[in-house]
Structures are given as structure tokens and as C-alpha cells.
């Protein structure tokens, strides 16, 4: 159990939950959610992330202000939207980008741990799979459907 006020899992011993997401639960029991943090060191551009415990312990995801997975360095995540949990414990969420390299036409990504270690399954500004040469992602909608 989560509560507001405890620590969260993978920041400095200062930052605590300040805010508590929906969660979203999986066919195991395993949970996954959005919160707000307060603390030291915590402004408007870090104080959200993303937890879960669909690999063990509750664990930190991702969280807005660091480097993003599988993008250019100086690429952060900005805002994080999801969760979603699968029956095997893994998430994945979508988001924006903010920082150096990064403007309208590549500021969003979707990012899964479907194998393994979380990772960027799609950019904007990428080529999009299975469509002809120089089709590009250009928008994500929310992701509301079941991450099998």
C-alpha cells in the first residue's frame, strides 16, 4: 500500500508522494501508477513519475526531467501519461519529450517493458512500422486499449 506522504521509491531520500494517480491493476495482482512528489530538489519539470511492482518491489519507471530511454541525450521525458500493466508485469506509457533536440515534430514517444527493459517503441518523427518510406509518427493518442 501507497499512501501520500511516504517515500517514493527510486528518488532521494527527501522526495515524497505528494498525489496518487489511478492505478491499474493486472491479472496477478500487480499494480502500477502516476504520482506527484515533494521534497528537495522537486519543481514543476520532475515532480510526476510512474511506478510499479510488475517486476518485484515497487519500482520507479520513469520520471519527468530524466533522460528519456532511447533518445537522443538532452531528450527528457516532460509530461508522463498511463500506466498500463500487462498479465506478465510489464508497463508501458506514453508521453512528452522536452529539451535539447526536441520540438514539435519529435515530442512524443511510447515506451513499453514488453521486453525486458523499458524501451522506445515509437517516436514522432520516426519512420512508422509497416508503412511506406517516409511515412513518419506524428501523434500519439492515449493508449487506452489492453497491453497484452
Known sequence: ???????????PSEVNYSG??????????QT????????????????TGIWSE???????VARE??????T????????????LLNSAGQT??????TGSGVGSTNNSGIWSE????LALVAHTGNQATGTAVGVDYSDFWYPCVEFR
Open 1 to 11: 500500500m501507497v499512501l501520500e506522504g511516504d517515500p517514493a521509491p527510486g528518488t
Open 20 to 29: 496518487l494517480g489511478f492505478p491499474v491493476l493486472n491479472s496477478a495482482g
Open 32 to 47: 502500477a501508477f502516476s504520482g506527484f512528489l515533494t521534497g528537495d530538489g522537486v519543481d514543476s519539470a520532475n515532480n
Open 54 to 60: 510488475g517486476s518485484g518491489p515497487l519500482a520507479l
Open 65 to 70: 526531467g530524466d533522460q528519456a530511454q532511447g
Open 72 to 83: 537522443p541525450s538532452g531528450a527528457n521525458y516532460g509530461r508522463l501519461r498511463g500506466p
Open 92 to 97: 508501458a506509457f506514453d508521453g512528452l519529450l
Open 114 to 117: 514488453a521486453f525486458g527493459l
